[in-house]
């Protein structure tokens, strides 16, 4: 055997998983498509709910986020109507959010992972996951066998292919164009902006670099955004003439974004389990992907130490039902997060039916507390 457990991937699941594993002592190996580099680098995430934040600071992982991670309690919503804030520290359960770029995370959990004694091969990529025999095949022809496959090569990795899942599934009909922009944020709050034009968002990563969202048609090509038009754009969505000009600087990063979500039932079989993006794919309108990675990672690290130290399987023979209750619960709030950011554009009958619904759950977001509480226990939990 080369290990007990092999992990597909090197992102925030595998990485969490692997540490965890490596804190009980059981043998592990990471297999990731990438260079260290490129995984080290790669912007995504950057919004850590309070659940998140825990799971890596009682396994020892989160000393880079609690030097370097900045607290967040605030989001606002603009549109016709005027500006309101939601400051979620007060209402719910009263959680924060930790912003810290996942590629900063991730490198933290990389050099842990090598710390515990933990092997990744990188510049490796899985081809084939066998169930039943806990192998995987890589792309120069080799096998690795082990005990336990653990699946957490995102939403485009092979191991899923592994487990004859059904695929549930929803096209939300709309797309995102992500920017990164070398610039620092302009607003203290994450702002979500609803205009004709279509939604714009705004949330800050660090002091240098703030990440927005611009919604484009479907099928639109990247590269024929300007900074100049993209720029231009959000200045309009985001209503800078009332509100405030944004601090602009070059766009470092711009990739479009179709907002799709699916969900894997069941996430296991035989040997093979998924953790992460490769057992659920949720839209990014909530910022909920990290955290369901990690969510995953401590409930898929918890079953297989008590397995493979004790000799118990009730945990890893009951983990997809644990797991996908609280994915679905996220899916549950992300969807409505998609209907309260966006609607049709026209002014046929469905189209303004469709912006007068989304006014309504605008105002009562803006106007009750006990819809504030709801929203702000949603948007943090897990
Ligand atoms: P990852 O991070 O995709 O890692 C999977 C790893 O597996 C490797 N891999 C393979 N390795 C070997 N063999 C193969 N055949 C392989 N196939 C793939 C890949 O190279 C990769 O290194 O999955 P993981 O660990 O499940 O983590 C999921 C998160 O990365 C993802 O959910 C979030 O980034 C989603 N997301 C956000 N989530 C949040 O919680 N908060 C946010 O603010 C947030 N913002 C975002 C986001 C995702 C975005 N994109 C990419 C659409 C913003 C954006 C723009």
């Known amino acids: 055997l080369t290990a007990d457990v092999l992990i597909c991937g090197a992102g925030p699941a595998g990485l969490v998983l692997g540490n965890m594993l490596r804190a009980d002592g059981i043998r592990c190996l990471i297999v990731e498509r990438q260079s260290r ?3 080290e680098q790669r ?28 607290r967040h309690d ?30 900063d995370l991730v490198r933290d959990l990389i050099a842990q992972f090598i710390d515990r004694g933990g092997e990744i091969r990188f510049d490796t ?22 005990r336990f496959v653990a699946g957490c090569d995102g939403q485009h990795g092979v191991s899923r292919q592994a487990v004859p899942a059904k695929v549930l599934q929803r096209d939300h009909g ?3 164009l992500a920017l990164l922009a070398e610039a620092p944020p302009s607003m203290a709050a994450v702002t ?28 639109t090509d990247a590269t024929t955004w300007s900074d100049e038009k993209v720029w231009a754009e959000l200045h309009t969505r985001l209503r800078a003439h009332q509100y405030g000009s944004l601090k602009t600087g070059m766009i470092i990063e711009r990739r479009v974004v179709d907002m799709t979500s699916h969900v894997l039932e069941p996430i296991q079989h035989g040997c093979v389990f ?19 990675a990690l969510m995953a990672a401590e409930v898929l690290a918890k079953a297989l130490a008590r397995q493979i130290n004790s000799g118990d399987s009730q945990r890893l023979t009951h983990y997809s039902a644990a797991v996908l209750p609280r994915i679905w619960r996220a899916q549950e709030f992300s969807h409505w997060m998609i209907n309260l ?42």
Request: glycine share 10%; charged share 20%.
């Open 174 to 176: 709309v797309t995102w």
């Open 125 to 146: 990529t899985v081809v084939k996951v066998d169930p039943h025999d806990a192998v995987l095949v890589l792309d120069d022809g080799t096998t690795l066998s082990g």
């Open 274 to 292: 998924l953790a992460g993006d490769s057992a659920s794919l949720i839209s990014p309108s909530a910022a909920k992907g990290a955290n369901l």
């Open 74 to 103: 605030t989001c606002a919503f603009r549109g016709d109507h005027g500006e309101f804030e939601l400051k979620y520290s007060e209402l719910g359960r009263g959680e924060v959010h930790t912003v810290y770029p996942q590629q």
């Open 37 to 39: 580099a490129h995984v």
């Open 43 to 70: 912007a995504r995430a950057g919004f850590l709910a309070e659940n998140s934040v825990r799971i890596l600071t009682e396994n020892g992982l989160a000393e880079g986020l609690h030097a370097n991670g900045k």
């Open 341 to 382: 950011l966006h609607s049709p554009a026209g002014d046929d009958g469905h189209a303004l039916f469709m912006r007068s619904l989304q006014r309504a759950r605008l105002e009562s977001l803006r106007d009750n507390r006990a819809h504030q509480d709801y929203f702000a226990e949603n948007y943090i939990g897990i």
């Open 192 to 219: 979500y902006a609803i205009h004709p034009n279509g939604f714009a968002g705004h949330m800050a990563r660090t002091q240098k670099i703030t990440r927005y969202y611009l919604q484009v048609p479907q099928g």
